[in-house]
C-alpha cells in the first residue's frame, strides 16, 4: 500500500495511465467470463441426462408436430340409414377421410345409437331413390365434427338440401370440447410432476433415508408418499370440473360419481410414472425435465387435443400405450353424452390394466432404489 494510505495505482506511477485502466477491468472480465462458461459447459457436458433431454425434447417435438399431427382428420367413419345408395356411397368415396361403413344402418334409432357408442362419427339418411335427407353428425369432438362439415360440402351441392344436425355439442362450442380433456390432462400433469419432484426433494433433503431408519416398511413408504398426492390431484379435478361447469356451463350429462371412480385407475397410473421419474432422475430439475419429456407427448398424441384418425398409424401406436389416450374418450363421453360402463368398460378395462403394470414397476424400482 502506498505510504498515503491510497489504494491502487497512482498518477505518479509511470507505468499506469489512466486510459490503461478500463482496459485491464474489461480484460479481467473476460478472463473470469470465459472461466465461468467453461465451467458451465463441463458441468453440462458431465450432466448427461440433462444434456440428452435438451436434444431429445427438441427431436421428440419435431417428430410429433412433423409425422404425428396433421391438421386434417382420415378416417372419419360414416354410415348410411334406411337405404343403401351407390350415388352416395360414390360422393363419400370420393374423400378419401370417409370411411364408409358396408352395413346400412336400418333405423334412425340404431344410427343414433351407433353415434351414441362411438362407433361412427357421420350417419346420413337416405330415402328410397337413394337421395340423401338428412345428416347427423357426432359432435362430442368438434374438431372430428368441423372437418366432417367441410368434407361433406361437396354431398350438400350436390342438388340436394339435406338439414345437418349436430349431436351432443350443437354448437361446436370448443369449452365443450376441451374442458372434459383439460380435467385429465390437469390430473396426468398434476398427479406425475407433483410425486416426482416430491420424493426427489426428499431424497435430496436426506429425509428418505431418515424414514428408512424406522420401523415402516418399503411399500408402506411407498404408498404413504403418494396418499397425499392422490388426495391432492382428485382434488383438483373436482375444483377443474366445478369451474368448467359453473363458468364454461359445460354439461354434465353423466353420473360425476361414476367419472371419479374411472379416474382413480387413470390417477394411480399417473402417480406411478411419477414415482418411476423419482426413480431414475438425481435432482428435482431432472424430475420436471423428465416429467416434462414424458407427458408432452401424451398431451399431444392421446387425442386430447387432436383426434387419434389425424395422426399417422406408423405414430398411433404410442398412443395405445398412454393413460391419457384411454381417459380423454371417458371424460368427453360422461359430460357430453352420458355414457357409463357399458359403454366405456374397454377404456376402463385398459386404465386398469395399465395401473397395476405401472404401480409393480413403479413399486420394483422403487424398492431397488431405496436398497
Known amino acids: 500500500m502506498p505510504p498515503d494510505g491510497s489504494y491502487g495505482p497512482t498518477s505518479t506511477d509511470p507505468s499506469v495511465t489512466r486510459s490503461s485502466l ?39 417435438l419435431l417428430l410429433i408436430f412433423g409425422y404425428g399431427v396433421r391438421l386434417s382428420v382420415d378416417n372419419i367413419g360414416v354410415e348410411l340409414v334406411g337405404h343403401d345408395s351407390p350415388a352416395v356411397r360414390a360422393v363419400l368415396s370420393e374423400h378419401q377421410h370417409f370411411r364408409v361403413a358396408p352395413a346400412v344402418a336400418p333405423t334412425l334409432t340404431a344410427a343414433r345409437r351407433d353415434l351414441f357408442n362411438g362407433s361412427e362419427a357421420v350417419a346420413v339418411v337416405v330415402d328410397a331413390l337413394g337421395r340423401p335427407v338428412r345428416v347427423l353428425i357426432d359432435g362430442s369432438n368438434a374438431f372430428v365434427a368441423q372437418n366432417s362439415l367441410e368434407y361433406l ?5 350436390s342438388g340436394t338440401s339435406a338439414p345437418v344436425e349436430i349431436l351432443y355439442n350443437p354448437t361446436l362450442r370448443s369449452a365443450d370440447f376441451m ?14 410432476v407433483a410425486t416426482a419432484i416430491g420424493v426427489v426433494r426428499e431424497r435430496e433433503q436426506g429425509t428418505l433415508e431418515q424414514l428408512m431408519m424406522t420401523p415402516i416398511g418399503k411399500l408402506e413408504l411407498m404408498v404413504g408418499k403418494i396418499l397425499p398426492y392422490s388426495v391432492l390431484t382428485l382434488l383438483i379435478a373436482v375444483m377443474i370440473t366445478v369451474l368448467g361447469l359453473v363458468l364454461f356451463r359445460v354439461p ?28 431414475v432422475a438425481q435432482n428435482q430439475r431432472q424430475a420436471m425435465q423428465t416429467a416434462t419429456f414424458i ?16 395422426i399417422p398409424w406408423g405414430i ?17 363421453g360422461m359430460f357430453l353424452k352420458g355414457l357409463g360402463f357399458a359403454q ?22 422403487f424398492k431397488t432404489r431405496l436398497d
Open 22 to 60: 478500463p482496459s485491464a477491468r474489461r480484460r479481467g472480465s473476460m478472463r473470469r467470463l470465459r472461466a465461468i462458461t467453461r465451467k458451465e459447459f463441463i458441468q453440462l457436458v458431465r450432466d448427461r441426462r440433462t444434456l440428452a433431454l435438451m436434444i431429445g425434447m427438441p427431436l421428440v
Open 153 to 157: 360440402r361437396t354431398l350438400m351441392s
Open 179 to 192: 374442458v372434459p380433456a383439460e380435467v385429465g390432462m390437469i390430473m396426468l400433469w398434476v398427479g406425475t
Open 252 to 279: 354434465m350429462r353423466g353420473n360425476p360419481i361414476e367419472l371419479f371412480l374411472f379416474a382413480i385407475p387413470y390417477l394411480v397410473a399417473a402417480l406411478s410414472i411419477g414415482l418411476l421419474i423419482s426413480t
Open 295 to 310: 407427458l408432452l407427448p401424451q398431451v399431444l398424441l392421446s387425442g386430447a387435443l387432436f383426434p387419434l384418425s389425424a
Open 316 to 332: 398411433r401406436w404410442v398412443s395405445q400405450m398412454l393413460p391419457l389416450t384411454y381417459f380423454t374418450p371417458i371424460s368427453r
Open 344 to 365: 366405456l368398460w374397454p377404456e376402463v378395462s385398459v386404465l386398469c390394466a395399465m395401473a397395476l403394470v405401472f404401480t409393480v414397476l413403479a413399486a420394483l424400482l
